[in-house]
């Protein structure tokens, strides 16, 4: 383990806004990705299913 | 007696048998996408030791090297699609390129962001105009044209020719992205590989770079899948694939 404490590895050394708001940015914008991509696969089994009916 | 088939290698060049077989490796790309980059965070976050130049701040590496990557990658993947749409006119290709570059521009647009972050510290600026950052951003762009061209044109097919052209002609972009460090004189630093100083240190964080990337790499393959049976459906839907699942 690197860190000698919780406030030590959030500090990230002074860099902790660029660091953390880059793996911030990254995760956030990969869970809108999934999260916008499950509504639209939602949206369109359900036409299928309306058309088969 | 009846001979044994040939295997038909465009069996699964046709939608209705792509669909299944997509339907079947989402869940082990997203699964293996999950442990990776989680594994990943715990190298990167706890395993790796602080840059004696950069401090924690190098950190960012983490995610920016894998975005930047597969911004290019997913390019030319999708140039590669789109143009095996134009040479066999296969619509699945389209669909291909189509759902790739959603995810392509999202990693552009990380790229650039986290870039920034990067930076703003080390620099002392949010952004510069220097040749690998333009070239990224031309990148985005590319992107953005290749969906509003797509957007802007009813017909599908002729949508899918003319932005298929526009992605061709703009992955001319991708080696001059890349060669940028080698080519101009950058304030961009070069290639991160090099980024050595005692063998060990590099060794670990190369190590959590490169499992950083095969995870976003699986979550693209994931994603893109996903997206390509939404355009299926969409663009088929009478044929009710969804009961072959």
Known sequence: ?53 | METKKDFNWFKYASPKTFYPLAGKLIPWCAISAAVLIIYGLYIGLFVAPTDFQQGEGYRIIFVHVPAAWFSMFLYLLMAMYAGMGLIFNSKLSYMMATAIAPTGAMFTFLALVTGSLWGKPMWGAWWVWDARLTSELILLFLYIGYFSLQAAIDDKTRADKASAVLALVGAINVPIIYFSVKWWNTLHQGSSISLTKAPAMAAIMLQGMLIMAIGFWLYSIAVILMRVRCEILERDSKTSMLRQD
Do not use: D, P
């Not at chain 1, 404490?5 to 990969?30: D, K, P, Q």
């Open chain 1, 1 to 53: 383990m690197h860190w000698n404490s919780m406030s030590e590895f959030l500090a990230m050394g002074g860099y902790g806004f660029y660091v953390w708001g880059s793996f911030g940015i990254t995760f956030l914008v990969m869970a809108i990705e999934l999260w916008l991509l499950n509504k639209r696969r939602q949206s369109v089994s359900q036409a299928v299913k309306q058309e088969a009916i």
